[in-house]
């Protein structure tokens, strides 16, 4: 362990692998010293962890007093039911407010005083998340900026009939009649042909005087001009034409058209032409992935030194613009230079091709002995703050197309990550206001610390958690000036729900969680908050994930309703799915979508929906073959997870569910199903034995499943193995996970996976 002094006397112990990745790669070039890195890391750590640790014990106390409550009141004969459930609601509020949990609710008296922030914060669009620790995923993940709208369709489930094997030419046709329209819908009108599919070729056209004075207002520029089989077509509203490209015989090779704010490039065939046999440009890219959360925490298993150097190398290559992956077929990935092209107004213009990357680091639960300060392990979070905060300040310069150091190539031709010098830190799983306040704290001590102007970091709230939607108004003025986006997290926000009323009753069903009150409640109140505290001027309001990322058809059919209640941004699983998201994005205006909501009489949700507890019907699982069915669904979730993580290292896979459909799973994920398990046996519904047996069966599906898999090791297929399944460290983390449901203050799912990951690297080296 390397070790640093600090003034107090205290030693600052730091794993070497650390110690040396921030002495050899991160500050040279820098005016600073790994020594006095680490040094100021230490002071922060000495400031600001007891009350890192007070905050924990508040969350602590807190949950024990509302266990206390629902215990008491069952003692004495209570028993939730759907005709008590507003007065059971009022009454916890009323008891939150008591133990001086919550304030009484006031109505949003504040505007958020967040500055102009790079540019993709006004526009409308998918959000990606990718694991930092994953080389190829980080790079595709930020070159998800463009993606070819063509091959999104193509591969997607859309018209599932027409095989992309068997019926290529077939595909192709219908691939073209889709996106034709959706642009003749919602894009652009010509005059002069009824739709794009009539025109045969494009050309940009020099403007005439007359036409550049009554259209454009000044003596120059061009106009799209689109050529059918009887004459010459115009764009209805010229405006859209966003810019071009000519190639080197002079002929138009690529347009830009614009709508809503997002791009879309339509790339030509020689003479500036369609394929001639079915209408088809040469591709259709469409701007997509505008934002990138770069992940340290739900996405990614990152449980020592090891782990976190591989993830911050990573974090340090997309912010240098250096960072290379490969796929799983070998090929190279490395990320896009910027795109160049004439504006429509005659001028050069360049657009962006990654996404604004922000990064999530992990929340304040999170310890780690990787560093030490006074031979105690400290808040991962402040260690992560300062060292992401350090390389996205001081490698944030963008490059030039110069030569790689290491001979391997060129480096893109690109700008800056944040073109304003910002560095936009999500924050997870904060529980009230007074954390987010401390969170605010901590970014002035970091910029103080680190020489940065006031103001830098800038602040993601994840309103993932039950007390976070009941303090949002408040935790918003906390941060009323770094706020740049409050996101909906359904799937934490359930399991948040779940462990807080645990004694309450049994819980509804996983499946139909969603449309139970507090969820419906939940997603319309943080829009509605985050609208009048005016969040959406200077940032996004955001929506969550899709998590069957396989099922794109029908994702186009449910997620368009995220921009429709006024959601800026939501959550995709990949490149492809975030292509065909962005189309929702230039059928709906969201801006319009905004304005007429604050345009009408606020919702004012109070929080008696919001603490409405999700009710199991007793019906719903009256047949035994029903609810063993059910546990099994569930356990198999857990164990399909959680193998990759505990055994792999994999921290978020699209794994098959039990019906054999692939889902993007995290932690959040099995946070709800050992939530669920936990609630299920608390209140007799099953019994240690039923959720033993559930993993035994769900173990032996998941090797029926993870046939042929990379790495994939048998949790059953010997006597010997099942015999001792439940001492497999992937399964004992399954049964951890439903044990801490129940006896830790929040549910969380990393003490029994990290524990167990550290457990099998021990045992591997």
């Known amino acids: 362990m390397a070790q640093v002094e600090l003034p107090s006397g205290n030693r600052v112990e730091i794993d070497n692998l650390l110690f040396e990745f921030v002495r050899d790669e991160v500050v040279p070039g820098t005016s600073w010293s790994a020594e006095a890195v680490f040094r100021h890391l230490g002071e922060l750590v000495e400031e600001f962890d007891p009350p890192n640790r007070a905050l924990l014990e508040r969350r602590a106390s807190v949950q024990r007093q ?25 009454d916890l509020e009323q008891f939150l407010i008591g133990i001086g949990y919550l304030q009484p609710a006031g109505p949003v008296d504040f505007e958020m005083t967040t500055p102009p922030l790079d540019s993709e914060m006004d526009q409308n669009g998918p959000e990606l998340v990718t694991p930092v620790s994953n080389a190829s995923m980080a790079v595709g993940g930020a070159n998800a900026r463009w993606g070819s709208l063509y091959d999104a369709y193509f591969l997607s489930d859309v018209h599932p009939e027409i095989d992309r094997q068997a019926q290529r030419p077939a595909r192709l046709r219908m691939v ?50 689109g050529h059918t089989a009887s004459g010459e077509a115009r764009l209805r509203q010229p405006g859209k034409f966003f810019g071009f490209n000519l190639n080197e015989q002079g002929e138009l090779d690529e347009f830009y058209l614009e709508n809503n704010g997002l791009r879309i490039l339509f790339q030509l065939y020689d003479g500036g032409k369609v394929n001639e046999e079915n209408g088809q440009f040469r591709d259709l890219i469409i701007e997509s992935a505008i934002t990138n959360i770069v992940d340290f925490e739900d996405a990614v298993a990152v449980v020592d030194a090891e782990d976190l ?37 005659g001028q050069p ?38 060292l992401t905060t350090l390389i996205a300040t001081s490698h944030d310069r963008g490059s030039n197309g110069e030569a790689r150091a290491d001979g391997s190539g060129d480096l893109p031709s690109r700008g800056p990550n944040s073109s304003r010098g910002m560095v936009y830190q999500v924050t997870p799983k904060l529980q009230t206001a007074e954390e987010v306040a401390e969170q605010v704290r901590l970014f002035e001590a970091i910029e103080s610390r680190l020489g940065l102007n006031p103001g830098v970091i800038l602040i993601g709230i994840m309103n993932e958690e039950l007390g976070m939607t009941l303090q949002l108004p408040d935790a918003l003025r906390a941060a009323q000036g770094r706020t740049f986006f409050t996101n909906t997290g359904f799937l934490d926000r359930t399991g948040s729900q779940i462990r807080a009323q645990m004694h309450a009753g049994p819980v509804d069903l996983r ?11 939940y997603e319309r109140h943080n829009v509605d908050v985050s609208l009048r505290a005016g969040v959406n001027r200077h940032g996004k309001i955001g929506k969550g994930m899709q998590v069957r990322n396989r099922a794109m058809a029908e994702m186009l059919e449910r997620k368009i309703d995220h921009p429709r209640t006024g959601g800026n941004t939501a959550w995709v699983p990949a490149p492809y799915p975030s292509d065909l998201h962005a189309t929702h994005y230039h059928i709906i205006d969201v801006a319009e979508v905004q304005r007429v909501m604050l345009d009408s009489p606020a919702l004012n949700i109070d929080r008696a929906p919001l603490l409405s507890f999700p009710l199991l019907k007793e019906e719903k699982v009256a047949d035994p073959e029903v609810k063993a069915g059910l546990t099994l669904r569930y356990a198999h979730s857990m164990v399909a997870y959680v193998e990759p993580w505990v055994r792999r290292g994999i921290g978020c896979s699209g794994v098959p569910n039990f019906d054999q459909i692939e889902e993007m799973k995290d932690r959040a994920t099995e946070r709800i199903d050992g939530a669920i398990l936990a609630n299920w046996r608390l209140h007799g519904v099953i019994d240690q034995s039923d959720v033993e047996e559930a993993i035994t069966r769900a173990a032996e599906v998941v090797d029926r499943q993870s046939t ?38 929040s549910a969380y799912v990393e003490p029994a996976l990290f524990r167990n990951r550290q457990a099998v690297k021990a045992a591997e080296k």
Not at 66 to 90: C, F, H, L, M, N
Not at 317 to 341: E, F, H, P, Q, T
Request: glycine residues 10%; contains cysteine.
């Open 511 to 521: 499946d139909d969680l969603t449309q139970e009150t507090f969820n419906v409640s």
């Open 708 to 745: 042929g898999a990379a790495g994939y090791e048998p949790l059953t297929d010997t006597p010997e193995k099942r015999a001792a399944l439940l001492r497999n460290p992937a399964i004992v983390a399954v049964l951890e996970i439903i044990d801490d449901a129940l006896s830790s203050p």
């Open 66 to 90: 509302i266990d206390a409550w629902y215990q008491g009141k069952r003692e004495v004969g209570w028993r939730p039911t759907p005709e008590s459930r507003e007065q059971d609601a009022a």
């Open 176 to 225: 073209v009649e889709e996106t034709n329209a959706f642009l003749d819908r919602h894009v652009a009108q010509w005059d002069n042909a009824d739709g794009i599919g009539e025109i045969r070729s494009f050309s940009a056209r020099p403007l005439t005087p007359s036409l550049s004075q009554g259209e454009r207002g000044r003596g120059e520029g061009y106009e799209l001009v």
């Open 349 to 386: 213009r360049t657009l962006k091709s990654t996404s604004l990357m922000s990064v999530r680091n992990v929340s304040l639960h999170m310890y780690t002995g990787i560093v030490k300060v006074g031979g105690q392990e400290i808040p991962e979070r402040m260690l992560g703050l300062l």
């Open 309 to 345: 150097v591989e993830s911050l190398r990573n974090y340090l290559g997309l912010i240098r613009g250096d960072l290379v992956g490969y796929g799983s077929r070998g090929n190279r990935k490395a990320l896009n230079s910027d795109r160049n092209c004439t504006g429509a107004d």
